[in-house]
């Protein structure tokens, strides 16, 4: 191949200019070009005019080619405008596909660091950059991405709406997508009741519109789009449901805590009586009885004392000392015995007055100071320690709490631990109300599960019937949004391309450390949804199909039939 032919496939939009060298210089490819002699028409009036004004060089940074730097030299030249009537008097000559006015980089080059800005935002972004040989600033590239036009779309037939934080617990937006291609279509600064009807206004033509349970985006979808039907969002069904129960729970608190518990939480756990509670076996007096036990052991078996030191790694005397001894106490000296105490004459005082109930060893080491004892309290806290055990309090476990109990009872029974299975069953065997809570639970999932909001109503009399004030009020918010709930039990419209995309929001804010305004973030995240996978973002469609949450806040619900 001629070096002509390779810079054509390197670099297509020279084919249009004269190159007249290739070379490098410093680490940098060079390419010195010019434009022709054709006519070129004037950009405003579009007169063509060949006539020249003068020329001048420009320099334009290209992609790299070999992890080399790119520089293109071209000259290009200014012409005259033919055209008496227009107001531009000379203008030069653009190259389509290599120049564009006020330029200093290739429209191909432009594109690659719009994609590194959209993708990474500043400061990584200018570092990435720096890979492309292209020292671009960070405040460069976040200038590329918001030059960039917004990506066009049409009104979605299913919208979605939901809310995302840009400052977690203190301010909200507004996000909205298109539910059947999960496109993302506008950020909105706010989720109150203005922002969507004149959003909605604006775009008309949405025949479905899926949202959530709260009442500034129902009363919105029915200012802004009154013909539109509207579909409450089954994971939000559940959250609330969720909330509901939690409530319920939290008022029967009492039926948690385990019968056989003291007033302060504590099991009595009985210990065992121990076989000698005046006379503890110190550690060396063990450790000599263990080494004259194993000792005879081997001599016993017709080993000699050479081959049980080597074997038990013990000094040669040591064996030997234990192999003379006929019996432990011999290896014991006065060094290893039990010494005489300061509280041996008070040892049947003490003893006596914990037969009559005294424990504490604070007033009997008083007592006995009175008596006489001229040892530390240490002494006799020692000498009680074998007793306390016997009248030991132990904590038992910790009583279900009510987000776990909450937990229990949204989930499947099948994916519960066979230790939490009976301990809900402990629970709702103590209190009749949470069974019949966790009955209503179950019908509702199987609602739920199977779309069969036509047996709504019966569950709604069914819950009036056990008079549950925190699923009574439940009801009540789906009597309120009757025709919102009865859609997204009936159809197969949810929000989970929506709560997917709340993540992807979530994603792009940790990426800019929470830093970004929304105009900025806005532009990233419908930037970035041009270049994601569909399914990237509806990580939470047909979620609702699986068994329930285990923590009522979270973001991926699950329903049990």
């Known amino acids: 191949m001629r070096c002509d032919d390779l810079v054509g496939v390197l670099f297509p939009y020279l084919d249009s200019v004269l190159v007249m060298r290739v070379f490098l210089a410093d680490g940098t490819v060079r390419i010195r070009a010019r434009t022709g002699d054709d006519d070129v028409s004037c950009p405003d009036c579009a007169v063509v005019s060949g006539r020249v004004h003068s020329s001048y060089e420009r320099r334009l940074a290209d992609s790299p080619v070999g992890d080399q730097r790119v520089l293109i030299e071209l000259t290009v030249r200014r012409l005259y405008c033919e055209n008496t009537a227009c107001p531009r008097r000379t203008f030069v000559e653009q190259v389509d596909g290599l120049t564009v006015r006020y330029g200093r980089r290739t429209p191909a080059f432009r594109r690659a660091l719009e994609a590194v800005a959209v993708a990474l935002a500043g400061r990584c972004g200018a570092r990435f950059a720096t890979i492309l040989h292209s020292g671009v600033s960070r405040m460069t590239l976040l200038r590329l991405v918001m030059a960039i036009p917004d990506p066009s779309w049409t009104v979605p037939k299913v919208l979605g709406v939901d809310d995302f934080a840009t400052r977690r617990g203190q301010h909200y937006g507004t996000v909205l997508i298109d539910c ?206 074998p007793r306390r055990r016997q009248r030991i309090r132990v904590v038992g476990p910790a009583p279900p709490g009510v987000r776990e109990v909450t937990g229990w009872m949204m989930r499947n029974p099948d994916h519960l631990r066979n230790d939490e299975r009976e301990q809900f069953a402990d629970v709702l065997a103590r209190c009749p109300e949470l069974t019949a809570a966790e009955r209503l639970v179950r019908s509702f999932a199987e609602i739920l599960a199977a779309r069969s909001g036509q047996h709504l109503k019966d569950w709604i009399v069914a819950v009036q019937a056990e008079n549950l004030p925190g699923l009574l009020t439940f009801a009540h918010g789906l009597e309120k949004d009757w025709d919102a709930v009865l859609h997204g039990l009936t159809t197969r419209w949810n929000s989970g391309p929506v709560e997917g995309r709340v993540n992807h929001i979530k994603m792009v804010k940790r990426q800019m450390f929470g830093r970004a305004k929304l105009p900025l973030l806005r532009k990233r995240v419908l930037l970035t949804a041009l270049v994601l996978p569909p399914h990237s973002v509806r990580s939470i469609s047909g979620a609702y199909r699986v068994a329930g949450p285990t923590n009522t806040h979270t973001r991926s619900p699950e329903v049990h039939p």
């Open 180 to 385: 059947e291609t999960s496109q993302p279509l506008d950020l909105l600064p706010r989720r109150d009741a203005e922002m969507l009807p004149s959003w909605l206004r604006a775009h008309p033509g949405s025949k479905i519109i899926c949202r959530g349970r709260a009442g500034s985006y129902a009363e919105g979808a029915r200012t802004g789009a009154p013909h539109a039907i509207q579909v409450a969002d089954p994971f939000h069904l559940l959250q609330n449901l969720g909330t509901a129960v939690e409530r319920c729970v939290r008022q029967h608190n009492a039926c948690l805590e385990t019968p056989d518990a003291d007033e302060n939480g504590i099991v009595h756990i009985p210990f065992p009586e121990p076989e000698n509670t005046t006379k503890e076996m110190s550690p060396i007096e063990a450790r000599l009885r263990q080494r004259h036990t194993i000792v005879h052991s081997l001599l016993d078996q017709g080993h000699g004392l050479r081959e049980i030191a080597r074997e038990l790694h013990m000094g040669g005397n040591t064996v030997r000392k234990a192999a003379r001894a006929e019996t432990p106490e011999q290896m014991l000296n006065g060094r290893h015995q039990r010494r005489p105490s300061r509280l041996d004459p008070f040892k049947e005082h003490l003893d006596r007055r914990w037969s009559e109930g005294q424990s504490n060893a604070i007033l009997l080491h008083t007592e006995l100071r009175e008596l006489g004892y001229q040892g530390n309290y240490q002494i006799i806290s020692d000498y009680l320690r």
